[in-house]
């Protein structure tokens, strides 16, 4: 089945679990699409299995607190930002629940955390105005950026460039080989009134960026000459929320949630909505995610909810 406008329409939530009693900050597929991991505002982890649809296991991380979580490229561990003690960013063995490592480094909170999508490097960025760059293999930081506000970045799906955000108006595109040079390129969108950039993702296909912000708008911008594609519109953000967006694996919709709890899904190529997902999320949906290898959607407020397809329309 291809994901085309009917298709997306007729999504549905299959499952919702209650596991949280305090907002789930973040979540993250493994690349395989068969577990989901989430982080939440009580401190616990949760890992769920996307195949069966169920509750796999729970991890507790009281002392530190827990946000930005992200699988690493082995299956069984992940790192995460911390949102108590420090702001240091912490290695986790899931199997076992014991850190492997500490990354120290960073003065004030972590914004921004992605792992390369090739291999062991991952880049932070902090309100301390420092994008870092490590590897999972040295407690140490490969290098450091230091900025003039606040940072968003991420890295194109080969791994070999990263795009930074800047101030909630700058882009600057970096090869990871030669950073240390400056960028190679940069774009100056115009500024967003009353709201700041909050997350910045490319498209699985590399052509466009996406910049999520914590007010009205998401842009969509091309990601060779940082033209601006869409300005996308219509879901509601009226509490000042980090609201993840996020595209579908064929890099043809985005999908982002609100606060009155509904998801909502326009097209990448026209900026059109396409469909509104109605669901019983009992709070702002700040984290909507698609599944990279199986038609399945996930969002998560306090509550975590599956959403397929309703395959009775296809027949």
Known sequence: ?????????????????????????????????????????????????????????????????????????????????????????????????????????????VVTLCMSPVDDSFLSGSLDKSIRLWDLRSPGCQGVMHLTGRPVANFDPEGLIFAVGVNSQSVKLYDLRSYEKGPFNSFKLPQDKDCDWTGLKFSPDGKMILISTNGQVIHLIDAFQGKPLQTLMGHINNKGLPLEASFSPDSQFVFSGSTDGRIHVWSAKTGVKTAVLNCDHTGPVQCAQFNPKYMMLASACTNMAFWLPNIDEEM
Do not use: W
Request: neutral net charge.
């Open 1 to 109: 089945m291809k994901l085309v406008d009917h298709v997306v329409q007729s999504f549905c939530v299959a499952k919702v679990f209650r596991e949280n009693t305090d907002r789930i900050n973040s979540i993250d597929f493994s690349a395989n699409g068969e577990t989901l991991i989430s982080s939440s505002e009580d401190d616990s982890i949760v890992i769920y299995d996307c195949e069966k649809g169920t509750h796999k296991k729970t991890l507790n991380s009281k002392k530190y607190g827990v946000d930005l979580i992200h699988y690493t490229h082995a299956p069984n561990t992940a790192v995460h930002s911390s949102t108590k003690v420090d702001d240091t960013i912490r290695y986790l063995s899931l199997h076992d629940n014991k850190y492997i490592r500490y990354f120290p480094g960073h003065t004030k909170k």
